[in-house]
């Protein structure tokens, strides 16, 4: 029996003798524990890769300053609101300082978490101000943001009931 390596896995290795007997004898022990070690490792990775993807996605936008392409860098507030005019606004809202805009065209990352994915309509609200300098002013109309983030929920897929599939089901 070899000890419990770093993830507690327990790993009991022994060889048959090649001789008619067939009796059992131990690996050396140096070996075991290497042997051990690797599994161990091996078991601790491939956990890690099972996780599902993250939260956070990609928001590509365009910035017109007096009716010309903005360029520069600027400061953004995004909040999630769950009215495209009006309504409450759900979870925290998120500041992207130093946000670089180019020609207009501007791309960051937002990461709300995931307690405001539970499939209600949202509206992305987005306030704006040049880097450090004033006062953030609000853009209008408030994006809606289409089921892409979504996606983030399909694991909780398994737990649809086969009463609430409707079309062609394929056997495999």
Known sequence: MIEPCASSVFCSLSLLR????????????KTSIKLACFVCIIL????????????????????????APASGSYDLVFALYNDPSLGSQQGLPQTNNAVTISSGLFT????????????????????VRTNGNGSFNPLSP??????????????????????NISGPLLNS
């Open 44 to 67: 601790a990775t491939t956990a890690f890769r099972a996780h599902a993807q993250g939260t956070a996605f990609t928001y590509q936008g365009r910035l017109n300053v007096g009716g």
């Open 18 to 29: 090649p001789d008619a007997e067939n009796q059992k004898y131990p690996i050396p022990m």
């Open 108 to 127: 960051t990352s937002l990461d709300f978490g995931s307690g405001v994915w539970n499939g209600q309509p949202l509206w992305l609200q987005i306030l």
């Open 142 to 163: 408030r994006q809606a943001l289409t089921p892409s983030p979504y996606a983030i929920d399909a694991a909780n897929a398994n737990s649809v009931a086969a009463a």
